[in-house]
């Protein structure tokens, strides 16, 4: 199986997956389309993809609060800092985001 395909198959299950997927599934499909299709983000629309991506794959772990900074880190990485709501009350997360559309990491605090 082609490794491009992977991420195809896994947006299509999230997304048959019910409501639950509905927030980051189009975020899936589009990191999924640029991996697939071997598509790099530009300088320009690096920021709102690694926005997009960290936001939907935080969306996982409770409600997203804010996106506090994006920092670079190389010509082809950034990191977007921002804040998730847990039951117990905010807490910090770090995502690394690559212009392959990939999350190469996500930490919470």
Do not use: K
């Amino acid at each position: 199986m082609r490794a491009g395909v992977l991420p195809l198959m896994l947006g299509a299950s999230l997304s048959l997956g019910g409501c639950a997927a509905l927030p980051f599934a189009p975020a899936l499909a589009d990191v999924a389309y640029s991996a697939a299709n071997g598509i790099s983000y530009g300088p320009e629309q690096m920021n709102d993809a690694a926005t997009s991506a960290c936001r939907s794959y935080a969306y996982r772990y409770g409600r997203v609060m804010s996106i506090d900074r994006i920092e670079p880190l190389s010509s082809t990485t950034v990191r977007v800092v921002g804040s998730i709501q847990y039951p117990s009350g905010i807490r910090p997360f770090t995502c690394t985001f690559r212009n392959d559309g990939r999350i190469t990491s996500f930490d919470r605090a």
